[in-house]
Each structure stands twice: as C-alpha cells, then as structure tokens.
C-alpha cells in the first residue's frame, strides 16, 4: 500500500467561515450596540491566523462565535459556519480544567466523546499528553490541575484538545498568563502540531510579536470591525490602516531608548449604539471630515484588505 502523502502537502481544506457577521448587545438604555460589526473571513487547514486588537475589539467574542458559544444575552446575524471539529485553548488553563479530577480524568473524557473503547484510553492518553511535550506524561498524569505550573497545565489542555481529533484550533489568548520563554515553547508547539497535522489555528492575541512569529496572516480588530487583514508579513512591514501602525509604534523594542514606547493615543472605543462611522476616527491622525461623517469601505490591495477613507500609502 503507498503511504499517506505527507500532511505538508495536503491541499487546504476550509474549516470555518464567517460572512457579514453582526454581534449585537442590547445597552441598559434598550438600544443595540455593535460587538462585532461585518466581520468576514475563513480559517482554512494548515494555516495559522493571528486575530489580533486591544482588550475589548472582539477577538474572544469572534473565537466564541465559531466555537457555537456566543456569550450571554448576544445577538448574532450573519452567516457563520464552523466546523464540528473544533478544539478551543483558553487562557487561563488551570481554570479551564477540571479541579477535583486528574490529569489522566480530562484526556480520558476527550476519548470518551471520541467513543475510544476503555481497553485503549491509556495507550492514547499517553500518545495525547508526549505530543504536547508533557515531560514524564506516565508520572504527571497523576497529578490534579492545582499542581501544574501555568506551561504545563496549558500543556495538558492541548493534550486535551488534540484527543478530540481537532482540525481547527481556537487558541485564545493562550500565553498570556505565562513568561516568556514558556510562552515562545507553547506557540512554537502550536505551530509545529499544525504544520505536521494540517490543522488550521485561530490565534487570539493582543501581542503582535507573538502573532508575528506564529501566524501566516494576522487580522486586525478595532471596536469590533476587521480593519485591515492580509498575510503577516506584508501586515507588519507596510501598514495600511493607520491603527496598525499606531499598534506597530507601541510595540517595545531594543532600538528605541528607554522611555521612548508610543502608546496608542486616546482610549480604545466602548461597546456603544452611537459610535462614530469609522470608530478609530477619534484617535486616527489622518482623520478628515469625510471619517467623521461616513462609514469607509473596505479597499482591496494586492494581498490585504482596509478599512479606511485615508490608507496608508494613500494621500492623507
Ligand atoms: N455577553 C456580553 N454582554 C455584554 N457585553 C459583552 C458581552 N460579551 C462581550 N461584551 C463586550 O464586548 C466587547 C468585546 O469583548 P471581547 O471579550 O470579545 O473583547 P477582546 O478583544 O477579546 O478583549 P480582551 O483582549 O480584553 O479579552 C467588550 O467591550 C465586552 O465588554
């Protein structure tokens, strides 16, 4: 029998996909305010996509979305569309996992749904927990999530998501509770179980160096609108909506002196039903009049889509 072709070669598959996706909260003064405003994009197989925002854009509400959970007392309209196998990361995994049940309790219940016969839940638990890099899975499988430090009970959670068989994965926020060289192992993790099994990933994230080293295209929510959307590197390198580049400029670096970190000025926007047409308008500095009065329309550049009356690379 010929070998399976290797999974790097396999084409890409769509897992997921929302269109002209609306989230709407209903404010204390009985108007509707938009969470998410138009959203549309799709996760394919073997692609990594960073969705990336300050706190309060959308990014979990997105990831909740696809995972069939929206939050409580939300409206969605839109077509969304997921696929049943989807595996959800989130932040704070010790949380995430059961308190009162051990390690091998939480891989198991992965199998159970599967419907793994018993006879062969310890064999793949141990598989499950090695491809997560759990060190010494037979012993630590033992432990209860309160005796895990933070990398490892995000490994486990992993272990638990790939015992599901996932071909998306909802990563949200993953590392953020974590420092930073466990952060970097944990997303380089990531990114290796996705080249090697095709999956595709959603990478929620407020930290674009972490997006930059990871994902293949990068998203960019603001006040819950995809503002600009293309491949990573083109994203960061030429910055078509001005708060891409005001997030670029935020970014800590060691060329710049100390002291010398550019903040986004102003405050990010509140979820509200009366909000300006371009909600970065009141930050933006290349914004005119026309930003004020009306909503822009997305612009197609070679490779990227914006959200703006005055891109960058445009006359201002
Ligand atoms: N169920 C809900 N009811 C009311 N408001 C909500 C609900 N869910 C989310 N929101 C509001 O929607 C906005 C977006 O929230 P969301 O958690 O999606 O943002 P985020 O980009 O993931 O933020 P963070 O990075 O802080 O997690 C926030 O202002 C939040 O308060």
Request: hydrophobic share 40%; aromatic share 4%.
């Amino acid at each position: 029998m010929p070998s399976e072709p290797p999974a790097l070669h396999a084409p890409a598959r769509l897992l997921a996909a929302v269109e002209h996706l609306n989230v709407t909260v209903r404010m204390p003064d009985g108007e509707p305010a938009l969470i998410l405003d138009d959203v549309s994009m799709n996760f394919a197989s073997g692609r990594c996509v960073g969705i990336v925002g300050e706190s309060g854009s959308g990014k979990t509400t997105l990831g909740r979305v696809l995972a069939g959970l929206p939050g409580p007392g939300l409206t969605v309209e839109g077509s969304v569309r997921s696929h049943p196998r989807t595996g959800f990361m989130f932040q704070d995994a010790v949380s995430a996992l059961n308190p009162v049940r051990r390690v091998s309790w939480q891989v198991d219940e992965a199998l159970r749904a599967r419907g793994v016969p018993r006879a062969e839940r310890a064999a793949l638990r141990l598989e499950y927990l090695a491809m997560a890099e759990v060190p010494e899975p037979e012993a630590l499988q033992r432990r209860y999530p309160h005796e895990l430090s933070g990398g490892l009970a995000q490994r486990v959670l992993l272990a638990t998501v790939l015992a599901g068989q996932p071909e998306l994965i909802i990563a949200d926020e993953p590392t953020s509770a974590l420092d930073a060289s466990t952060q970097s192992q944990i997303v380089a993790l990531l990114r290796r179980l996705m080249d090697e099994q095709h999956l595709g990933i959603m990478l929620i994230t407020h930290d674009l160096a972490v997006a930059a080293h990871t994902c293949d295209e990068l998203v960019v929510l603001y006040g819950g609108q995809i503002v600009e959307h293309g491949p990573t590197d083109q994203v960061l390198r030429t910055p078509a909506h001005p708060y891409t580049a005001a997030l670029l400029r935020a970014l800590p670096s060691f060329d710049r002196p100390p002291g010398h970190l550019m903040p986004v000025p102003g405050a990010p926007p509140r979820v509200s039903s009366d909000r300006p047409p371009c909600p970065f308008s009141p930050r933006c500095e290349r914004a005119t009049d026309l930003c004020h009065l009306e909503r822009p329309r997305q612009i197609r550049r070679t490779g990227t889509t914006v959200l703006c009356h005055h891109p960058i690379g445009a006359p201002a």
